[in-house]
Every structure is written in structure tokens, then in C-alpha cells.
């Protein structure tokens, strides 16, 4: 370096006289020649370099003169280079390194003659333990650009396989899972073992795990064997006492069953030839297997419960399902308990041009092009005709189903925001509300039901509220129970719609059953012109009802026919309309009444349950005639021309005594009075049992009851000045109406 006492390092320059011989000189990477110039500062920024060109000198050299301030001059200057030279190895050739299970290899050194001893670096991550060969590049860097690299081989051998472990044998009833096991290995150290084997084991008899252990390199195997016990029938008796929920079932004799079967699983064998009774059930909590040469034959009204969530079983069965009486040309909705059943061999005598899928498009049903190969898809419905050489009058007709019986849970694609036809998919009967609330299904159930009868509507209908029939003669309402084989329409409120073996019932009736787990009070009213059954309608006081329309409760008329009788909600027919409690005698329900043909009506109870049993009164009201009719007395007559008459008719429950002209308000026993802001009631006679207090409109207002004196003095109703209309009941159930203005 040069200096100058008034010298900048920017003023003091550098001027090259003579160039290196074995390589170049470079300022800022731009090689310089003879009369190129730097400075002092180019030199203290290092920017100055020197480049070798690879020649075999370790030193090289270049002549300068240097200028600084005020013409200050030195010339013939010598800088001496020293070549640094690549790292040489130590070891010119580094040995393979053979090593047992991991090596750890020590680092190698070079020489430099800028910077002596080198150790190398590498990239390799260290202890090496994968089997095989891995080879290592060792680099030698001497910090000035000077790279050199070595590669050595690593040899990781693991001659030593896993240790085979003993395996205890298992012996369990119903299904056994096992726990992986562990062995030791001198490398890898514990090792689990892995298996092809789908747990639980739910096979009867011995089942071979084969268990597999392997340390990277090496593998063994060992086996576990699995034994389920059961209990067997051989055509006499049970081997083991009867089957349990902890127990197998092996049928391995002829066997009709007569009451109730549970069992873990089931096995029918040995071409033993098993029946299940009507009205029995089977719940198995495992998988079924028939094997070949053996039957399984569930009887109509009988049930096979499974709670497995996948599908296990294996073998043919035979599922029986009877019709209620139709005749020739009657329609059925179906779908099939077991898998691979086809159309035409479900129902061989029908005509191939009665088979029929529902078009959720047009809400009609197109024709099946060729039932004979065609089977029945999972949950779906078929309408299907009955056999051609049935019987014209009303006859049962016994379908049978044949295939693996299906099980476990189900995702069905439908048509969103449209009908669809799907059905029940199991060999056991299914619970509607649990389908209703699984799928968050708000408009009803619909259920074929239709005869040879071009009047009624084709339909039984059924929501939370309960279920109303058709209208015909041989009605069948459904009440909450969804059958063996059948299908049904719904409206879907997505794109699929889920089965679970959690709707699973063992309800062993022939047609739908009650449930009574909300407060419901009900009323069924049919129509009928002439004689002939039309429809059947339902109104439902209950449990989370309102007057408006209600989801899953209030069920629309599907509107397939053009003479009916229907309730109103918004201007809507419902089919089914569910209210609220808790239920008011003043309460009006306007009706909906259209017809296509001009002639003589009827409406008329069907039935009724809760407090409607008890004697409630239930009047129909007619708004053209200008007459009342008590519904519990009878049916009500009347004629009515071709048309929508929605303002004609309501269902009230208060007939006011005031609109009956033949009503005498006088008993002289019974003295009624008001006094102190309250009503005084007498009775000369016998001792009252209640009082009911309506307005002039009829509407219920308050009522006394279990009085049981000849007196009682009514006080703090609260009522607006008014008149007032007393049903006075007395001990011997008469009942007196008393007029009081209050």
C-alpha cells in the first residue's frame, strides 16, 4: 500500500509496467493491461484480483509505478503473488466404510499451501442407516476459491432380521379385534407388525392373522390364530344354551323359528333349512352368512335388525312381503330388502309393460324398457302392477324377494326440491319420524294406495302429525311404521337422502302402527260421493304446531285428483294440517272442497284419539245452507255442483246455543246471577259437576270443573262486558245452557 502525506487514496495511482506471466489482473472483473491504472482506493475497496491460469506456478508477479500529489512519482515497483493451490487429499482414495445397522464416518483432511490442513464438509446427514450403499461427497474448501471434492462409499448392512414373535392364540365369542403386536430387531428396535386382516373378526370358527414385521431390509411373518365361539343348532338343540347378544348363532339343522333370536352373528350351514316365523324377529349385532346349499326364509311380518354399519352379508335369502287385499290391475309401490332381486322375477306373471319408475321431472311414471333385465336399485321405488292372472276381487298378493339381505348404512342420490320415489332398503321395518328427522323431509310421506277406483286419490299420506288414508273402502292409514319392501314418495330437501340402522323397528304388524310420543289430539274425516270413498283428511292438535304451515308436521295434498276434501293453510290444501295447543273449543279450521262432478257428498269421522275420544263435539258447518251439523252424530249430507268451493265449509267444536232456534234457555231448578264482579250459580236440585262459559260466538272462554256442590260463586275472570252462554253439567251428566250478561 502507498501513501501520501497530502495524498487522498483516490489521488494515489497505480500504473501496470508489466503483466503477470501465469495469469491476469483484474480491477472490478475487467482484466487490466500494461498502462491500465488503479487506485489506492480500488485497492482498500478489493477490487483489485488476480486470476491463475491453472499453470504449476506456486508464485507470479507484476511491475507498477505509482503517481501521487503535486507530480510525486516512484516507478520500477514489484508485487510478488502467491499462487494458492487446490486442496490436495490426505488419502488420495478414501476406503468404503462397511458398517452394521448406522455409521458414523469420521470427516477426511487435505492440504493447502496458502492454508495447511482442510477438514471436509458434506451434505450428508450423519449416522447413516439405510441399508445399501450411500455415497458421500466430501468437499475440501481453502476459503480463497481453491475446491476440491471426495466421494467415499458407506456400506450399512443389516444382516440380523426382526426377532419372530410368539403370538398368543385368542378364543372369544362375537368378534374379536386384535392389538398389533411388537418384536425387537437389532437395528430398527421395536418393530409393530402390520396384517391384511379386517378387524373385527366376526367369522365363526378359526381365522389364521398372519402378522408382518419388517426393519427396512428384512422380514418375518408370524401367525395368530382367532378363534369365535358360538353356539350351535343342530336340528334338535342348541349346543351352548340359546344365543345371546354375546353369543354366535351356527344353524347347522332345520330350524323355524318360533319367537325372538339375538345373536352377535349368524351362520346357516350343513344345507339346514331355517324359517323365520310372522311376527318374529331376528337382531343381529354382526354380519349373516348362508352358505351354499342352506336357506334362510323370513315369513311376512318378520324382521332381520342389524346395528353393523357396513354390509357384511353373504349368501341368498328369501324375504316375504304381503300385499293388502287389491285386485287385478292394482298397483303397488316396492322396493327390494335384498340386492340383486330383478323386476320380472319379483313379479314373473306381470305384464313387462306395467313395470314403472317415477320421473322426478314430470312427476309422472315412465315405463321400465326391459324389466327382465333390470333389477331392483338400492332404495328405490317401483310402481308395479299385480300379476295379470290375480284375482279381480280384493285378494293379498305374496311378493318374494331374493338376494344378500342388505344392511348397514346408506347415501341415495335424489332429485333436490322435487318428488322422488325411493323406498325402504331393509329386511326389517323403519321408523318414519326417524326418516323424516335423518333427512329434514318437510313436506309428507306419500304412500300408494291406490284400487281399481278412479275417484280416490292415489295416496295415503303420512307426517309427524300422524297419517290419513286414501279414502277407499278397505282404507290403511299409516301411522309411523314403514314396511318390509316399501316404497314411497318423498320431497327431497337435498341431494341425497340417508338410511341407518338406527330406523330400524322391530314392528311385526301388517300395516303402520301408532306412536304416541308427543301430545296429540286428532281428528280423520273422510268424503265420500255417494257410497264411494274419495279421500281422507286430518287435523292434528299437537306438539311444536302452529296455525301456519309447519315442516315436517302439515302435509300438502299431492293434488292427483279432482274431487277432494282438504283443510287450508294459506290459501293451500293440506292433506294433513297440524295446530296448536293447547286446544281451544273456540277454534275454527276452514276446509278446502273442489269436485269435478256435480252430485251428492258426504263428510263424515273416521276416528279420533286423544281428548277427541272423550266426547268432544265436532260440528261441520256448511256456509250455503246456513246449517251446523254435529259430526258425532253422524255423517252430514249435501249436494254440490262441479267446482272450487273453498269458502263452503269449517270444522268448529262450539256450536253456539243462540244459532239454534229450537234451544230452550229456561230451567227453573238452575238460577244463574251476578254479583261483586262474579257469576252466582244455583241448583235447587242435584249438585253441579262443571261449568263451561262461552261468548255469544261460542267461543270457549273458562271453565268450573269437579264442583260437586250445589253452589259455586265464579269470580276474577276477568271477562269484558259481555253476554255470556253457561253449559251447566249436572251429577246425572245434563247439561243446561244459561244465558247471563256480565
Known amino acids: 500500500a502507498s501513501s501520501q502525506a497530502n495524498a487522498t487514496t483516490a489521488q494515489l495511482k497505480y500504473t ?266 331376528f337382531t343381529i349385532s354382526g354380519d349373516v352368512t348362508i352358505n351354499s346349499g342352506s336357506t334362510l326364509t323370513f315369513q311376512n311380518n318378520s324382521n332381520l335388525l342389524q346395528t353393523k354399519n357396513t354390509n357384511g352379508n353373504t349368501g341368498n335369502a328369501i324375504v316375504k312381503r304381503q300385499t293388502s287385499a287389491i285386485m287385478r290391475q292394482d298397483y303397488n309401490l316396492w322396493s327390494s330388502p335384498t340386492a340383486g332381486q330383478g323386476l320380472l322375477n319379483f313379479s314373473p306373471e306381470t305384464l313387462t309393460n306395467r313395470f314403472y319408475t317415477y320421473n322426478s321431472a314430470t312427476n309422472l311414471y315412465n315405463m321400465v324398457v326391459s324389466p327382465t333385465t333390470t333389477n331392483f336399485d338400492l332404495a328405490k321405488g317401483y310402481l308395479i302392477r299385480v300379476s295379470n292372472n290375480h284375482p279381480t276381487s280384493p285378494t293379498i298378493w305374496e311378493g318374494q324377494f331374493t338376494g344378500v339381505l342388505n344392511n348397514g348404512n346408506y347415501t341415495i342420490p335424489v332429485n333436490n326440491s322435487s318428488y322422488n320415489a325411493i323406498g325402504n332398503p331393509y329386511p326389517s321395518t323403519i321408523s318414519a319420524n326417524s326418516f323424516i328427522n335423518t333427512n329434514n323431509i318437510n313436506e309428507a310421506l306419500y304412500f300408494w294406495r291406490k284400487t ?43 341431494g341425497a337422502v340417508n338410511f341407518n340402522n338406527m330406523m330400524r323397528t322391530g314392528n311385526n304388524a301388517n300395516q303402520f302402527l301408532r306412536i304416541h310420543n308427543e301430545e296429540k289430539h286428532r281428528i280423520w274425516l273422510n268424503l265420500s260421493h255417494d257410497s264411494m270413498p274419495i279421500n281422507q283428511m286430518m287435523i292434528a292438535y299437537m306438539t311444536d304446531a302452529t296455525e301456519g304451515i309447519d315442516n315436517k308436521i302439515d302435509g300438502r295434498f299431492i293434488n292427483d285428483n279432482q274431487t277432494a276434501l282438504n283443510s287450508l293453510i294459506s290459501g293451500e290444501e293440506f292433506v294433513i294440517q297440524g295446530r296448536s295447543l293447547p286446544f281451544l273449543e273456540s277454534d275454527i279450521v276452514p276446509l278446502a272442497f273442489k269436485t269435478d262432478i256435480t252430485g251428492n257428498f258426504s263428510i263424515s269421522i273416521d276416528h279420533v284419539d286423544g281428548l277427541f275420544e272423550s266426547g268432544q263435539s265436532i260440528y261441520i258447518k256448511d256456509k250455503v245452507t246456513n246449517s251446523t251439523h254435529k259430526l258425532n252424530d253422524g255423517s252430514y249430507q249435501f249436494t254440490s255442483s262441479a267446482g272450487i268451493h273453498n269458502n263452503r265449509f269449517d270444522v268448529d267444536y262450539s256450536y253456539s246455543a243462540l244459532e239454534n232456534p229450537n234451544f230452550n234457555f229456561e230451567t227453573n231448578n238452575i238460577i244463574v246471577y251476578t254479583k261483586d264482579k262474579g257469576i252466582a250459580i244455583n241448583s235447587s236440585i242435584l249438585p253441579l259437576k262443571n261449568v263451561k262459559i262461552y261468548d255469544i260466538r261460542g267461543r270457549f272462554l273458562y271453565e268450573e270443573k269437579e264442583i260437586k256442590t250445589n253452589s259455586v260463586f265464579i269470580q276474577d275472570i276477568g271477562f269484558a262486558k259481555q253476554a255470556l252462554i253457561l253449559q251447566i253439567t249436572t251429577e246425572d251428566n245434563k247439561i243446561t245452557y244459561k244465558k247471563v250478561i256480565y
Open 452 to 494: 281399481n277406483n278412479s275417484l280416490t286419490t292415489s295416496y295415503a299420506t303420512y307426517t309427524l302429525a300422524g297419517g290419513t288414508a286414501n279414502g277407499e273402502v278397505n282404507n290403511i292409514v299409516p301411522n309411523g311404521i314403514i314396511q318390509v319392501g316399501q316404497g314411497f314418495i318423498i320431497k327431497a330437501t337435498s
Open 16 to 281: 501496470i509496467t508489466q503483466l503477470p506471466l501465469h495469469g491476469n489482473l483484474k480491477r472490478n472483473n475487467v482484466v487490466m493491461a500494461v498502462g491500465s491504472t488503479f487506485t489506492q482506493a480500488d485497492i482498500n475497496s478489493n477490487l483489485i484480483t488476480y486470476t491463475n491460469n491453472n499453470s504449476a506456478n506456486n508464485s507470479d508477479s507484476f511491475k507498477f509505478a505509482v503517481t501521487g500529489n503535486n507530480v510525486a512519482f516512484i516507478g520500477g515497483q514489484v508485487f510478488n503473488i502467491q499462487v494458492c493451490t487446490t486442496p490436495i487429499p490426505t488419502i488420495a482414495s478414501l476406503p468404503v466404510i462397511n458398517g452394521q445397522c448406522s455409521v458414523t464416518p469420521v470427516a477426511p483432511t487435505a492440504t493447502s499451501n496458502c492454508n495447511g490442513t482442510i477438514t471436509a464438509i458434506t451434505t450428508t446427514s450423519f449416522p447413516i442407516t439405510t441399508p445399501g450403499t450411500t455415497s458421500i461427497i466430501w468437499i475440501y474448501n481453502d476459503g480463497n476459491g481453491g475446491i476440491s471434492t471426495q466421494t467415499q462409499n458407506v456400506i450399512i448392512l443389516d444382516t440380523t432380521p426382526p426377532v419372530i414373535p410368539t403370538l398368543p392364540a385368542i378364543t372369544n365369542q362375537c368378534f374379536v379385534t386384535l392389538t398389533a403386536p411388537t418384536t425387537t430387531d437389532n437395528c430398527a428396535g421395536t418393530i409393530t407388525g402390520t396384517t391384511n386382516s379386517v378387524f373385527p373378526i366376526t367369522t365363526l370358527g378359526t381365522t389364521i392373522v398372519t402378522w408382518t414385521f419388517n426393519d427396512g431390509n428384512q422380514s418375518v411373518t408370524a401367525n395368530q390364530s382367532v378363534t369365535i365361539n358360538g353356539t350351535t343348532w343342530n336340528a334338535i338343540s342348541w349346543s351352548n344354551n340359546a344365543p345371546n347378544a354375546n353369543l354366535a348363532a351356527i344353524i347347522s339343522g332345520n330350524f323355524t323359528a318360533t319367537q325372538d333370536l339375538v345373536a352377535c352373528s349368524l351362520l346357516i350351514t350343513n344345507n339346514a333349512q331355517v324359517t323365520v316365523n310372522s311376527g318374529v324377529d
